[in-house]
């Protein structure tokens, strides 16, 4: 991921200074300012006599130049706070420079403040637009310095986007994930960024407990690519819960099977850890397409979904598998096998156990023989 934000930054072509000096009046305090300036070498000390001339003459033709340049020093010096604080200054002055927000945007991607992020790279991106959308002048020996104008201001805006993009990638906060996800599909909903938040904003919906939203986005996914095992669980979940499109649930858990039966191990994922996670995905897919089955009575099938399921799921799952099973196998007139999952279902403390027990004291009256 650094990677890709340095070969982004790299590749912003550097534009010629946005603002100039036509002449300095020299009889004038702010034009022996300006010329103490430009006469400095030392970087600190030049850059106090900026600061100087901003504070002095905040109002004068020759200050967007001098903060240019100031902001400009303190990007060199990697100074996050005084880059942003003359960034600030002059886009009070010219709220449509790309570079000075750009700077900005850099600086508080530096200080890892997301309030700043979200306003710079806006403001980057507002401004880059802008200088995009410019008509192509008239005058030939214009065009060449338009022509790179608008490739920066195109360089600007995708960095912009790549900022608030890296945000919802690598946060850890469900809110942030959330407000940055949707940021970036809002600022370019047909963007490869766009798509690639798609995922970490599915997850982050599930952690904030919106599942509704979760749910919504998935089904959105869903309706055109069924490759992404995760959604096709929770949606086929969601249906089973809510006892509706019962044939989706079928459609979706057998999907997932298949997805997950076609899908390279991830790199940097241990074989053990895949079939770990290919098991528990697996198992969890033919559990919610087994309960499907018992809930619309069809027993046999049921029977064959929970018996591929039972070995696969996790241990809270277990139970439950175990107890429709049972049951299951007894609709099917199989005491005996229904017995046996009531037994291993009762020894396991859970929500089904006292019913389990009961349901084997129940059997064992029924017929003779029952082990």
């Keep these: 991921m650094r990677t890709l934000a340095l070969l982004i930054a790299l590749s912003l072509t550097a534009l010629g200074q946005r603002h100039k000096i036509e002449e300095v009046n020299s009889e004038k305090p702010e034009g022996k300012l300006l010329q103490q300036i430009m006469q400095e070498n030392d970087a600190a000390k030049k850059a106090a006599l900026m600061d100087q001339y901003a504070s002095q003459f905040p109002k004068d033709a020759g200050t967007p130049w001098v903060l240019e340049q100031l902001q400009g020093l303190y990007a060199k ?210 559990y919610l397409n087994g309960k499907q089955y018992y809930n619309e009575t069809a027993f046999a099938k049921a029977d064959v979904a929970l018996r591929t399921a039972l070995p696969l799921v996790d241990a809270s799952k277990k139970p439950e598998v175990l107890y429709l099973l049972g049951f299951a196998n007894y609709k099917l007139d199989k005491p005996q096998e229904a017995a046996n999952y009531y037994r291993d279902c009762s020894a396991i403390k859970s929500p089904y156990q006292a019913t389990a027990a009961k349901n084997l004291l129940g059997l064992k009256n029924q017929y003779h023989g029952i082990k």
């Design 77 to 286: 010096a990697n100074d996050a706070g005084k880059v942003i604080a003359a960034g600030d200054q002059l886009l009070a002055l010219d709220p449509d420079d790309p570079e000075a927000a750009m700077q900005c945007l850099k600086a508080a991607e530096t200080k890892k403040d997301l309030p700043l992020i979200k306003k710079y790279s806006a403001a980057a991106s507002a401004s880059a637009r802008k200088m995009a959308s410019a008509p192509q002048p008239k005058e030939a020996d214009e065009v060449t310095a338009w022509k790179n104008e608008v490739e920066y201001a195109k360089q600007v805006d995708a960095y912009a986007e790549y900022a608030i993009y890296r945000v919802a990638l690598e946060s850890r906060d469900p809110k942030a994930v959330i407000e940055f996800a949707g940021l970036v599909r809002e600022r370019n909903p047909k963007g490869e960024y766009a798509a690639k938040v798609v995922q970490p904003l599915f997850i982050a919906y599930l952690q904030s407990g919106d599942t509704a939203k979760a749910i919504g986005l998935a089904e959105t996914v869903l309706a055109t690519d069924q490759n992404n095992e995760e959604m096709l669980l929770a949606v086929a979940d969601s249906y089973l819960q809510q006892k509706k499109e019962p044939e989706k649930v079928h459609a979706y858990a057998a999907k997932t099977v298949e997805v997950m039966a076609q899908k390279p191990k991830p790199e940097g994922v241990s074989d053990a850890d895949w079939t770990i996670r290919k098991n528990l995905v697996t198992g969890n897919a033919h």
